[in-house]
């Protein structure tokens, strides 16, 4: 059964437009990469920011968790491709 489609919760705290979302494997965990520069970890049950990953000189165009959950990689727009270890 679907939901009336309803907003559930609004995250903020990029500075520039978020270009990527991804959730975790487990559903536990968001990553969002923005042209900000950064990539950002949220915890979906409240939607708090975890941690903010930074790096990348220009911004971030993909992100996304490895199959097992244990790496996150991100693309940027400085022809780099970043792969950063999770662990919850």
Request: proline share 2%; hydrophobic share 35%; aromatic share 12%.
């Amino acid at each position: 059964q679907f939901s009336d489609g309803s907003l559930n919760r609004t995250l903020t705290g990029h500075t520039d437009a978020v270009f990527s979302v991804a959730f975790s494997p487990d559903g536990q965990w968001i990553v969002s990469g923005s042209w900000d520069n950064t990539v950002r970890i949220w915890q979906f049950s409240d939607g708090s920011l975890i941690r903010t990953l930074t790096g990348h000189t220009n911004g971030v165009d993909s992100v996304d968790f490895s199959p097992d959950g244990q790496w996150i990689v991100s693309g940027g727009t400085e022809n780099t491709i970043r792969i950063w270890q999770f662990s919850d």
